[in-house]
């Protein structure tokens, strides 16, 4: 397919094959490359269709609230049109080389806003509706309110691996994988005048950045062995010998994302006990995460000392 004369391929507008799940290269990734080159066309921009994806999901949301299932359906598909958005700015965002930080940092708080409406919504809908908190309905939002900081645990930590793996498959331009110490230099030397949203938004970034690093103690160890071993240019055996092992933890990333609990979510909706989902993100989950992190540290360690005993 050709825009402004430029051949464009679906597979250019991927991340990788070794960080893509199956539904999203059978169903979202082709529709959000349709909306992709149509908004090439249009010159709509990527956050433009990022912030379309939150209005979306926060219609979903509200949508979820009635104890009605074909309410909920609207919602679903609501959801999944949001979900086909976001994939859509990546991929636009790829197509046309309009590379942003605060597009970066937009999308992933889109996602945070679909789904803070749609825990308000399910807590609402079950201090009205529920038979299973009877008198103590405030259960359900001290129960949304873990679950939705798991979540965010959850999301940034599979964030945080799949850029880590891009990095050494991609290198640095292929990766979105940011140092917290360079985000704080860069916001420190952002001045205020004519930057306001930016700074608060660069504030935020930071310390998501920082949160990411302080669960994985043992991959900044590696970071730091690899700078002082190779610099800026890493070693393609590395890389390789690396990629060999990260690669088997990326679909415990993408599970940990969107996919697996929006069919959970919507499971627990089609049985109209939506608390289900909270059930499911605060055990399956959280097991996923735990063992992801275990298992990532473990291989962060092993090249660490490798790199100490001089096998690269």
């Known amino acids: 397919m050709k825009i402004n004369n430029q051949e464009i391929k679906f597979k250019d507008t991927l991340k990788s094959m070794d960080t893509e799940e199956p539904i999203d290269l059978m169903f979202y990734r082709p529709i ?3 909306w992709a080159v149509l908004s090439a066309k249009l010159g709509i921009k990527p956050n433009a269709i990022t912030i379309a994806s939150i209005f979306l999901g926060i219609g979903a949301g509200i949508m979820f609230y009635y104890n009605d299932l074909w309410l909920n359906v609207i919602g679903m598909l609501l959801l999944i049109w949001a979900n086909s958005f976001d994939s859509a700015d990546g991929q636009l965002a790829r197509m046309t080389k309009q590379y942003s930080r ?3 940092i937009l999308d992933g708080v889109s996602g945070d806003i679909w789904f803070f409406t749609i825990y308000v919504a399910i807590c609402l809908r079950e201090a009205v509706t529920s038979e299973f908190f009877g008198s103590h309905v405030w259960l359900i939002w001290v129960i949304a309110i873990v679950a939705g900081f798991f979540h ?5 930590q599979a964030d945080y691996y799949r850029n880590f793996h891009l990095f050494f498959l991609k290198g640095k331009e292929g ?4 140092t917290a110490s360079v985000v704080r230099e860069n916001l420190k030397a952002l001045p205020w005048k004519g930057n ?4 608060i938004t660069m ?3 930071s310390n998501y950045t920082a949160a990411q690093e302080s669960r994985t103690p043992k991959m900044q160890v590696l970071r730091k062995a690899l700078k002082a071993k190779f610099g800026e240019e890493i070693s393609q055996k590395f890389r390789d010998d690396f990629r060999v092992k990260s690669k088997p933890l990326m679909k415990y990333t993408n599970m940990l994302s969107f996919n697996t609990r929006v069919i959970a979510l919507f499971i627990s909706l089609f049985l109209q006990m ?3 989902y909270f059930a499911f993100e605060l055990t399956v989950l959280n097991i996923m995460l735990i063992y992801m992190v275990c298992r990532h540290e473990s291989i962060c360690k092993k090249f660490a000392k490798d790199i100490e005993n001089g096998t690269y």
Do not use: C, T
């Not at 306001?196 to 700074?199: A, H, T």
């Open 32 to 34: 959000g490359f349709m």
């Open 102 to 104: 605060i597009g970066r």
């Open 152 to 156: 965010g645990v959850q999301a940034a």
């Open 175 to 178: 990766s979105e994988l940011d």
């Open 196 to 199: 306001v949203w930016k700074k």
């Open 203 to 205: 504030f935020f970034y």
């Open 274 to 276: 939506p608390w289900l």
